[in-house]
T-cell receptor, first 117, second 114 residues
Framework: DVKVTQSSRYLVKRTGEKVFLECVQD?????MFWYRQDPGLGLRLIYF???????EKGDIPEGYSVSREKKERFSLILESASTNQTSMYLC????????????????FGPGTRLLVL | DAKTTQPNSMESNEEEPVHLPCNHS???????IHWYRQLPSQGPEYVIH???SNVNNRMASLAIAEDRKSSTLILHRATLRDAAVYYC???????????????FGSGTRLLVRP
């Protein structure tokens, strides 16, 4: 079974702190994603990465950065946490299908619920 | 981006079939229809996907209208474990490498009565 793990289920931080959210997948997937989920807004893509050291901005990258130094690990960084970044953060991964390009299933982790005070 | 419209919530009795509708009137010819669901306190999980023909797998069936402007996810016998938010999603291919993103709407919250 594909497993995507996230470093914390719950996290409480103070405004201005630097926050690291870690995600690890064990299926050798090329693609990894960070989403945030907020009531009434659904899931929104923050960043994704299609290879080691490669990254692309999603729909709401402001206030976030990412790091992918190893294939299995994708980190989301909040450089200076703000209260409007209180949210559920979801990591996902997928392989790159050659024959069925674009149909790759995304596998999600359990999420990290971040509260910024 | 093509959008989908789903009812906010639906209810079903346990052991009965459930039909979850989705409208996507602006779907393009190459958009695939994906369904994911999110159980309480978990990340979303893949359910099924299709392009034009109806699809079946062990979890559900997907019925796609002939004009592709709507689709229906069918759970043949709802169980309490099927209580979740169900998302109907159109694939958005990002023309960079082979990555793509899923655009999640607000989904349909399915309540299953025992």
């Amino acid at each position: 079974d594909v497993k995507v793990t996230q470093s914390s289920r719950y996290l409480v931080k103070r405004t201005g702190e630097k926050v690291f959210l870690e995600c690890v997948q064990d299926m050798d997937h090329e693609n990894m994603f960070w989403y945030r989920q907020d009531p009434g807004l659904g899931l929104r893509l923050i960043y994704f990465s299609y290879d080691v050291k490669m990254k692309e901005k999603g729909d709401i990258p402001e206030g976030y950065s990412v790091s992918r130094e190893k294939k299995e690990r994708f980190s989301l960084i909040l450089e200076s946490a703000s209260t409007n970044q209180t949210s559920m953060y979801l990591c996902a991964s997928s392989f790159t299908g050659v024959r069925d390009r674009g149909l790759e299933t995304q596998y999600f982790g359990p999420g990290t619920r971040l509260l910024v005070l | 981006d093509a959008k989908t419209t789903q009812p906010n919530s639906m209810e079903s009795n346990e052991e009965e079939p459930v039909h979850l509708p989705c409208n996507h009137s602006t779907i393009s010819g190459t958009d695939y229809i994906h369904w994911y669901r999110q159980l309480p306190s978990q990340g979303p999980e893949y359910v099924i996907h299709g392009l034009t023909s109806n699809v079946n797998n062990r979890m559900a069936s997907l019925a796609i209208a002939e004009d592709r402007k709507s689709s229906t996810l069918i759970l043949h016998r709802a169980t309490l474990r099927d209580a979740a938010v169900y998302y109907c999603i159109l694939r958005d291919v990002v023309q960079f490498g082979s990555s793509y993103k899923l655009i999640f709407g607000s989904g349909t919250r399915l309540l299953v009565r025992p």
